[in-house]
Nanobody, 126 residues
Framework: QVQLVESGGGLVQAGGSLTLSCAAS????????MGWFRQAPGKEREFVAA????????YNIDSVKGRFTISRDNAKNTVYLQMNSLKPEDTAVYYC???????????????????WGQGTQVTVSS
């Protein structure tokens, strides 16, 4: 069992920055690949970024490439999403998720994730 709690969401102006955090329970955090997803009102949940168990490999979607950075601190059982140059279209509920896959590469498919946080709201004003 892994429990995930997101924090750091809020209101920000376009062009601004936010850093989201996801704290995980348990002592086996390093055994899980981690990902960030988001869901805007009326839209499907979409993958945003993922990081491997070691933190050495990352992947993110083109729409956030160069603006968002995923990272993790296994000693703190925490994964982060640093978001810069935010746009109104980034407005969504952001979720972190954990996957127990044995693969060392980042995981982008939602169905491969085993545990999910409750989400944190990010609102970007224009």
């Amino acid at each position: 069992q892994v429990q995930l709690v997101e924090s750091g969401g809020g209101l920000v102006q376009a062009g601004g920055s936010l850093t989201l955090s996801c704290a995980a329970s348990g002592r086996t955090f390093a055994n899980y690949g981690m990902g960030w997803f988001r869901q805007a009102p009326g839209k499907e949940r979409e993958f945003v970024a993922a990081i491997s168990k070691s933190g050495l490999r990352t992947y993110n979607i083109d729409s956030v490439k160069g603006r968002f950075t995923i990272s993790r601190d296994n000693a703190k059982n925490t994964v982060y999403l640093q978001m810069n140059s935010l746009k109104p279209e980034d407005t969504a509920v952001y979720y972190c998720a954990a996957t127990g896959t044995l693969r060392a590469t980042p995981v982008s498919r939602e169905r491969e994730y085993d545990y999910w946080g409750q989400g944190t709201q990010v609102t970007v004003s224009s």
